[in-house]
């Protein structure tokens, strides 16, 4: 099973959440993580993706910040083509109007960024105390399908290996 990691804005392969995923998880999964910079074409590069993911069932998409809005984004052109996805987004850019950091967005990117109001059929954790995003539509509403960890931390998640069992529980869940 193909397990892909999305980081988040001025991340990399390097990131830690990306680095704990594969410690925890060990051979498991076949890891890869999506690399992207600003100045990306990100349309482009999810569409590359989809094309070396073709065919291939029961893909694991994890997306941090920006990176699960791409991610979203991954998994809907995967459903067009009926392939299994199972989607974990953590810290979620899913809508940039939600924004609550005072640093300004890239430019670039913002082309890319979609709305997603209705984040169906996926586990997202929530930290409560995030300091970029307001999450707080999340707790008012019931997706379908969405499991919603709400957890005691910030953007960065620096308690993210507190969460990996949570994590594994739904990936186990939903194989």
Not at 76 to 101: F, G, H, Y
Not at 112 to 140: Q, T
Not at 149 to 156: E, T
Request: charged share 30%; net charge negative.
């Amino acid at each position: 099973m193909i397990f892909l990691y999305i980081h988040g804005l001025g991340s990399d392969a390097n990131s830690r959440k990306y680095l704990n995923l594969k410690e925890y998880f060990g051979n498991k999964f076949e890891f890869s993580c999506l690399e992207w910079k600003n100045d990306d074409n990100i349309e482009e590069l999810l569409n590359d993706t989809e094309k070396e993911l073709s065919g291939k069932e029961n893909i694991i998409l994890f997306g941090d910040s920006t990176g699960a809005n791409f991610a979203w984004q991954l998994c809907e052109k995967r459903k067009l083509s009926n392939l299994n996805t199972m989607l974990i987004l953590s810290s979620p850019l899913l809508d940039e109007s939600k924004r609550i950091a005072e640093f300004p967005f890239p430019e670039p990117l913002k082309a890319f960024l979609k709305r997603i109001e209705k984040p169906e059929n996926s586990l997202i954790i929530a930290p409560i105390h995030d300091e970029v995003l307001d999450h707080s539509f999340l707790l008012k509403n019931d997706f379908s399908g969405t499991e919603i960890l709400n957890v005691n931390d910030s953007h960065r998640l620096p308690k993210f290996k507190e969460y990996l069992p949570e994590i594994e529980k739904y990936i186990r869940q939903n194989q």
